[in-house]
């Protein structure tokens, strides 16, 4: 990228985003927040990354934090997506992965967290979200991901894991949430994420996979999740990690993505929205930092496009003993 | 447990008051969320249509408004009877959990009633409330009623109607079927049911992932009879929303389904001559909406599922059985002629000024570049055929919207 596009097109209002995601979890009075008190675990991670990415996770207590994600975890080692809730593997990742970004991953009793997740693991190699059932390639993705920063993916299947994601691969060489269902690129980046993961990208069908998802580009330069929707910030995390870690990041036009992030920024209050001027949430400020990370954007902390944490964060836990 | 401003009094008093509502009129089918200028306005309507019926509410209340079996909740107190809702439920699942053993009978009774009705109040009005469902679920794995599962089956229609993208919702209905079919057996009329209730919703929620995957969902409980019948019935539709992928998605999986049936013996067996005889049609029928509706992505994408299985599993089996190569193939030939007819008659631009033609020549042109992307022996008898010239149109259309896609095509 050019810096003189780079200067027409604006700049990311770094610490208005910082002040916002500070500000929103002051902010308990909206509707939208009293129905979205079930998933505080994984808004927490979603917050928590993107101050990360920004070099300021410094600002939050880090012990008020801490403590209460172990106030969330159960006995079965599961954890619940806020106090007195259900545990569920969705909130157990955000967990371990908060627990990763403040390097407190020690605290924790790896072993009955990984029979949690191990537990979930049926038959065929497909993962349940919970005791209750459902199957869908994203619990895949969240297992591997999380026995992998724990290092205990010994303790499932791998190769029946792995078998169970490929089966789920469509002829436009995408994937969906079980075999036979509809290509989303979510969907993707969990699959060739859990792929990348346990070192499987060899069974992914790059190019054609890669067609599938620079199709997802539209003139704005937003990318979409699936065909002939609108385009939406949160793809440019789900489509261009997916690209990235195929190798294929080449065939999209990186510089109008960019711009399109930037023109989806709440310029005065912070905070990004799925389109512009839409309203802003913390769900899409995330995707929002976390595609510009992945697009090098200056003075964003590079992000692990598999693990969805900061590279730096990674490293420490593949290189601590 | 975080309590909201009200007093006790208040509390239960919303939370009553819309319990009231509830049990007044069971035969709810929808619920929507509404702002209070909006009741005048309903009333208004009602009005008109059932003059002589007596509003349910002297008017002094303004939270909430059901006529005709549906119910509207004012925005003005979602906040609060959301929370009070969710404190009450809370409350009446760790008793559940804490006493369940130490009580009698009737007393486990009383407390899983308590739980039940708060879990309907909270998940009405937060749908995504997992916690909520389960509680549900642990509840009505005690019993053997088939008539509890079919209640159950309603409310979560009726949340549907409100929240048609609640991903815990549709799961909550497929654990339903699945206890219904373990317990009892699956009836038929059951999945037809469900197929309509998807195509209802989608009618309203366009695109919607969720929804569209719980019908595929049900592919796999359909007898081949079935499959068929559903390949007929949602070809109209389709036709009405040619910008849906994921109907045409539905489409893909039940004809999959009917090609899976192709190799099997027994009850759910099927006719090779029939399977190409569908894909025949949906083929022609496709080429006939791709021409009516310029520049849709979906039927495009749709186009190249059809085209790619069909010489694959028609044509190049009877290659196989006469030991021809595809390249040698008359009807893979003839085949190839007829969409580059399509191709060159898409690439016709008449307007630049309506986006939806060049949409049409570029779909066109990378359609047909990813026929021989997954089958390589298609390369050679697609240069002959376009010739020169023509190749480089295609090229150039691609290169006009995509052109660091193009650098790999051309490279391969």
Same mark, same amino acid.
């Not at chain 1, 967990?95 to 967290?113: E, P, R, S, Y």
């Not at chain 1, 997916?242 to 992030?261: N, Q």
């Not at chain 2, 991903?167 to 373990?182: A, D, G, L, N, V």
């Not at chain 2, 469900?194 to 009618?203: F, M, Q, R, W």
């Given at each position: 990228?050019?810096?003189?596009?780079?200067?027409?097109?604006?700049?990311?209002?770094?610490?208005?985003?910082?002040?916002?995601?500070?500000?929103?979890?002051?902010?308990?009075?909206s509707?939208?927040?009293?129905?979205?008190?079930?998933?505080?675990?994984?808004?927490?991670?979603w917050?928590?990354?993107? %101050?990360?990415?920004?070099?300021?996770?410094?600002?939050?207590?880090?012990?008020?934090?801490?403590?209460?994600?172990?106030?969330?975890?159960?006995?079965?080692?599961?954890?619940?997506?806020?106090?007195?809730?259900?545990?569920?593997?969705?909130?157990?990742?955000?967990?371990?992965q908060?627990l990763?970004?403040?390097?407190?991953?020690?605290?924790?009793?790896? =072993?009955?967290?990984?029979?949690?997740?191990?537990?979930?693991?049926?038959?065929?190699?497909?993962?349940?979200g919970?005791?209750?059932?459902?199957?869908?390639?994203?619990?895949?993705?969240?297992?591997?991901?999380?026995?992998?920063?724990?290092?205990?993916?010994d303790?499932?299947?791998?190769?029946k894991?792995?078998?169970?994601?490929?089966?789920?691969?469509?002829?436009?060489?995408? *994937?969906?949430?079980?075999?036979?269902?509809?290509?989303?690129?979510?969907?993707?980046?969990?699959?060739?994420?859990?792929?990348?993961?346990?070192?499987?990208?060899?069974?992914?069908?790059?190019?054609?996979?890669?067609?599938?998802?620079?199709?997802?580009?539209?003139?704005?330069?937003?990318?979409?999740?699936?065909?002939?929707?609108?385009?939406?910030?949160?793809?440019?995390?789900?489509?261009?990690?997916?690209?990235?870690?195929?190798?294929?990041?080449?065939?999209?036009?990186?510089?109008?993505?960019?711009?399109?992030?930037?023109?989806?920024?709440?310029?005065? @209050?912070?905070?990004?929205?799925?389109?512009?001027?839409?309203a802003?949430?913390i769900?899409h400020?995330?995707? =929002?930092?976390?595609?510009?990370?992945?697009?090098?954007?200056?003075?964003?902390?590079?992000?692990?496009?598999?693990?969805?944490?900061?590279?730096?964060?990674?490293?420490?836990?593949?290189?601590?003993? | 447990?975080?309590?909201?401003?009200?007093?006790?009094?208040?509390?239960?008093?919303?939370?009553?008051?819309?319990?009231?509502?509830l049990?007044?009129?069971?035969?709810?089918?929808?619920?929507?969320?509404?702002?209070?200028?909006?009741?005048?306005?309903?009333?208004?309507?009602?009005?008109?249509?059932?003059q @002589?019926?007596p509003?349910?509410?002297?008017?002094?209340?303004?939270?909430?408004?059901?006529?005709?079996?549906?119910?509207?909740?004012?925005?003005?107190?979602?906040?609060?009877?959301?929370?009070?809702?969710?404190?009450?439920?809370?409350?009446?699942?760790?008793?559940?959990?804490?006493?369940?053993?130490?009580?009698?009978?009737?007393?486990?009774?009383?407390?899983?009633s308590?739980?039940?009705?708060?879990?309907?109040?909270?998940?009405? %009005?937060?749908?995504?409330?997992?916690?909520?469902?389960?509680?549900?679920?642990?509840?009505?794995?005690?019993?053997?009623?088939?008539?509890?599962?079919?209640?159950?089956?309603?409310?979560?229609?009726?949340?549907?109607?409100?929240?048609?993208?609640?991903?815990?919702?549709?799961?909550?209905?497929?654990?339903?079927?699945?206890?219904?079919?373990?317990? *009892?057996?699956?009836?038929?009329?059951?999945?037809?049911?469900?197929?309509?209730?998807?195509e209802?919703?989608?009618?309203?929620?366009?695109? @919607?992932?969720?929804?569209?995957?719980?019908?595929?969902?049900?592919?796999?409980?359909?007898?081949?009879?079935?499959?068929?019948?559903?390949?007929?019935?949602?070809?109209?539709?389709?036709?009405?929303?040619?910008?849906?992928?994921?109907?045409?998605?539905?489409?893909?999986?039940?004809?999959?389904?009917?090609?899976?049936?192709?190799?099997?013996?027994?009850?759910?067996?099927?006719?090779?001559?029939?399977?190409h005889?569908?894909?025949?049609?949906?083929?022609?029928?496709?080429?006939?909406?791709?021409?009516?509706?310029? =520049?849709?992505?979906?039927?495009?994408?749709?186009?190249?599922?059809?085209?790619?299985?069909?010489?694959?599993?028609?044509?190049?089996?009877?290659?196989?059985?006469?030991?021809?190569?595809?390249?040698?193939?008359?009807?893979?030939?003839? *085949?190839?002629? @007829?969409?580059?007819h399509?191709?060159?008659?898409?690439?016709?631009?008449?307007?630049?000024?309506?986006?939806?033609?060049?949409?049409?020549?570029?779909?066109?042109?990378?359609?047909?570049?990813?026929?021989?992307?997954?089958?390589?022996?298609?390369?050679?008898?697609?240069?002959?055929?376009?010739?020169?010239?023509?190749?480089?149109?295609?090229?150039?259309?691609i290169?006009?919207?995509?052109?660091? *896609?193009?650098?790999?095509?051309?490279n391969?």
């Amino acid at each position: 990228m050019s810096s003189t596009s780079s200067n027409q097109m604006g700049q990311l209002v770094a610490d208005k985003h910082v002040r916002y995601i500070l500000m929103a979890e002051k902010k308990k009075e909206s509707f939208e927040s009293v129905v979205m008190d079930h998933l505080r675990m994984n808004g927490a991670y979603w917050g928590l990354t993107t %101050l990360d990415l920004l070099d300021k996770l410094g600002t939050v207590s880090e012990d008020e934090v801490v403590s209460w994600i172990m106030t969330c975890q159960h006995e079965s080692g599961g954890f619940a997506g806020n106090v007195g809730h259900d545990p569920h593997i969705l909130y157990t990742l955000s967990a371990v992965q908060i627990l990763a970004l403040f390097d407190k991953i020690n605290i924790l009793d790896v =072993g009955k967290v990984s029979s949690y997740v191990a537990g979930l693991q049926n038959k065929d190699g497909s993962f349940s979200g919970d005791m209750w059932g459902e199957i869908d390639t994203r619990f895949s993705y969240i297992a591997i991901c999380c026995l992998s920063i724990l290092k205990t993916l010994d303790k499932i299947n791998v190769e029946k894991a792995v078998d169970y994601i490929v089966s789920c691969k469509n002829l436009d060489g995408g *994937f969906g949430c079980t075999p036979g269902a509809e290509s989303h690129a979510g969907q993707i980046f969990c699959c060739v994420g859990a792929l990348a993961l346990t070192g499987s990208l060899h069974r992914v069908d790059k190019d054609l996979l890669g067609w599938w998802l620079c199709e997802r580009q539209g003139k704005s330069g937003g990318l979409n999740g699936r065909p002939e929707k609108l385009p939406d910030v949160c793809y440019s995390w789900w489509v261009l990690s997916s690209l990235i870690m195929i190798d294929r990041v080449h065939w999209i036009d990186k510089e109008k993505l960019v711009k399109f992030i930037l023109d989806c920024q709440d310029l005065d @209050n912070g905070g990004i929205s799925d389109r512009p001027d839409d309203a802003v949430d913390i769900f899409h400020t995330y995707f =929002g930092v976390a595609g510009l990370s992945l697009l090098e954007y200056p003075g964003v902390k590079a992000i692990d496009p598999a693990y969805a944490l900061p590279v730096d964060v990674v490293n420490r836990i593949i290189f601590t003993k | 447990m975080e309590q909201g401003s009200s007093s006790e009094e208040d509390c239960f008093g919303l939370l009553n008051q819309f319990h009231h509502v509830l049990q007044s009129d069971p035969l709810i089918d929808e619920v929507g969320f509404i702002h209070p200028s909006q009741f005048t306005l309903l009333d208004k309507e009602d009005g008109l249509s059932n003059q @002589n019926k007596p509003l349910p509410y002297n008017g002094t209340s303004r939270n909430f408004w059901n006529q005709d079996h549906k119910l509207g909740i004012s925005t003005d107190i979602l906040i609060q009877l959301c929370k009070d809702a969710k404190h009450v439920f809370l409350a009446a699942l760790e008793e559940y959990k804490s006493h369940g053993n130490a009580c009698n009978e009737s007393q486990i009774m009383n407390i899983e009633s308590e739980v039940m009705k708060h879990s309907q109040a909270v998940l009405l %009005l937060s749908s995504d409330f997992g916690t909520a469902w389960n509680a549900r679920k642990l509840i009505l794995s005690k019993t053997d009623q088939l008539s509890a599962f079919t209640e159950e089956l309603r409310l979560s229609g009726l949340i549907l109607s409100n929240s048609p993208k609640s991903e815990p919702t549709w799961s909550h209905r497929r654990w339903i079927i699945k206890m219904i079919s373990r317990r *009892f057996s699956t009836p038929q009329e059951i999945i037809t049911k469900e197929s309509k209730l998807v195509e209802s919703i989608g009618e309203r929620s366009k695109m @919607n992932y969720r929804a569209w995957y719980h019908r595929c969902w049900l592919v796999s409980y359909m007898a081949i009879g079935q499959v068929l019948h559903e390949l007929n019935k949602s070809k109209r539709w389709a036709a009405l929303h040619v910008t849906d992928s994921s109907c045409f998605h539905y489409r893909r999986r039940l004809m999959l389904r009917i090609l899976e049936s192709v190799n099997v013996k027994g009850s759910n067996a099927y006719d090779k001559t029939e399977a190409h005889k569908i894909w025949m049609e949906e083929l022609d029928w496709n080429k006939e909406l791709v021409e009516r509706y310029v =520049g849709r992505e979906a039927l495009w994408l749709h186009r190249r599922f059809l085209s790619l299985n069909w010489i694959m599993y028609f044509a190049c089996n009877h290659s196989s059985e006469t030991g021809l190569s595809i390249i040698t193939n008359e009807e893979v030939a003839i *085949f190839i002629d @007829n969409e580059i007819h399509l191709l060159e008659s898409s690439m016709i631009v008449p307007d630049t000024k309506f986006e939806d033609f060049q949409a049409q020549a570029l779909y066109a042109a990378v359609y047909m570049l990813w026929l021989p992307k997954n089958i390589p022996e298609l390369w050679r008898m697609l240069e002959e055929k376009l010739g020169t010239e023509k190749l480089k149109c295609v090229l150039s259309t691609i290169a006009q919207e995509r052109p660091l *896609f193009l650098q790999h095509l051309v490279n391969v």
